[in-house]
């Protein structure tokens, strides 16, 4: 079965300053999807980027980056020049391309505190 | 605007007494899955439907109930409640079952059994 694990429980960053969050998962198949997800205080869950496993480009969301190392197995997320509206928890998820795997695999969230 | 609603917000209830958690979502999605979330563990799946009349048993479904009569509406039922089912609890839908283009969630429902 699919795992996914989010190394940092918390992270905290400096507003203006640059975050990695990390995420690791681990899988047999070749080709599956990949998420970040926010989730704020009002508790909206919010897609923040995707990354498809057989695209080698990183994907980019004006502030948001991954670096998908498919053979490390390791999607991490960049926040550039951080704001105060950054804080949240955030979900690192995985999606199988294959049937009789219909549900997305979360981590269980690292939670960004962003500093004036 | 298109969304996924999930009512109510927020639930007190006792122990034993039913209840329905209603989701309805307006982007024609053929797929809809039900997840609670608890701290420390993350978001898991309880049921997921992959269109109507079609659905299958998630990682946690002890204690749950669903049903998908409309394509639209995955109400999530609790027949006897009880304080473990104490969790926020989130709708989520999506175009197919691939589901490559994520999903959209609901705004939560906060569950609390006494």
């Known amino acids: 079965a699919q795992t996914v694990t989010q190394s940092q429980p918390e992270m905290s960053v400096q507003e203006a300053e640059t975050v990695t969050l990390s995420c690791t998962y681990d899988?047999?198949?070749?080709?599956?999807?990949l998420f970040w997800y926010k989730q704020p205080p009002s508790r909206q869950m919010i897609l923040v980027i995707r990354?498809?496993?057989?695209?080698?480009q990183n994907a980019t969301e004006n502030r948001f980056s991954v670096n998908f190392q498919k053979a490390a197995k390791s999607f991490s997320l960049k926040i550039s020049d951080s704001q105060l509206g950054d804080a949240a928890m955030y979900f690192c998820a995985y999606r199988s391309s294959q049937g009789g795997s219909e549900k997305l695999v979360f981590g269980k969230g690292t939670k960004l505190t962003v500093n004036p | 605007e298109a969304q996924v609603t999930q009512n109510p917000r927020y639930l007190i209830t006792v122990t034993g007494k039913k209840l329905t958690v209603t989701c309805s979502q307006n982007m024609n999605h053929e797929y809809m899955s039900w997840y609670r979330q608890d701290p420390g563990l993350g978001l898991r799946q309880i049921y997921y439907s992959m269109n109507v009349e079609v659905t299958d048993k998630g990682d946690v479904p002890e204690g749950y109930k669903v049903s998908r009569k409309e394509k639209r509406n995955f109400p999530l039922i609790l027949e006897s409640p009880s304080p473990n089912q104490t969790s926020l609890y989130f709708c989520?839908?999506?175009?197919?079952?691939?589901?490559?283009?994520?999903?959209?969630f609901g705004s939560g429902t906060r569950l609390t059994v006494v």
């Open positions: 899988t047999s198949e070749s080709d599956y999807y």
């Open positions: 989520a839908s999506s175009l197919t079952w691939t589901g490559d283009n994520g999903y959209t």
């Open positions: 990354q498809e496993a057989y695209k080698q």
